[in-house]
């Protein structure tokens, strides 16, 4: 009886040692299925090009439900970040989407569109909603390349020529005339939106190439 007791304590603890080894393959195998090493398995596009400037994805690190492609080309960079939060509010909370009920002098636009001017701390904010998105154009008051309705009707011509993601429940441009503010500091440009408990935040340094990138991501 005691050889058979054994042997049966030797059999169950094979047993055990086997089924730790599979499922700790299994387990390894599916981690390295959910890793990501190449723009084919994002959202992200492979390319986005704008007045001759091209930019290209260089890498993609993460997991798919939270990973960051970095861009690279024309003499600037540029990111598209998915990240899986908590919940559906707090996704939305984070596109930080401005409602249309902002106040302030209005301008008109190109494509018939209207707009509300603010001007705060050195800066003109030329502010308007189209579809389920709030776009802010912001112009440094000291650059004299242009004024700021001149800014916001270029940026408004190049979201009439092609669609944002067409997954977003809500997003927010907001991008800058110059990439320098007065004070030497760098301006980052930026497309957010939100899609279920997933948050998609595309950053540049111009303001036409991190639109583009947010365009291309949904063909």
Known sequence: MMKRTKKLVVTATTSLALLAALGSGTLLA?????????????AAPTTATTAGAKLTAASASGTRQDYTVDYRGAGQSATFQKRTLGSVGTAADEVNYVGRGTQGPTVSLNHGTKAVVQGVMGHTYVHWN??????????NNADQTGTPTQ???????????????????????????????????????????????????????????????AQNSDH
Do not use: C, I
């Open 130 to 139: 189209t579809g389920k998105w709030s776009v802010t154009a912001v112009t």
């Open 151 to 213: 800014f916001a009707k270029q940026v408004n011509q190049q979201l009439t020529q092609q669609d944002l993601p067409s997954n977003a429940t809500t997003g927010a441009v907001t991008v800058y005339s110059s990439t320098n503010d007065d004070a030497g500091g760098a301006q980052t440009n930026t497309v957010k939106w939100q899609s279920g408990k997933q948050l998609y935040t595309v950053s540049g340094q111009t303001a036409a190439s991190t639109v583009k990138l």
């Open 30 to 42: 599916t981690h390295a299925a959910n890793d990501v090493s190449s723009v084919g398995q994002t």
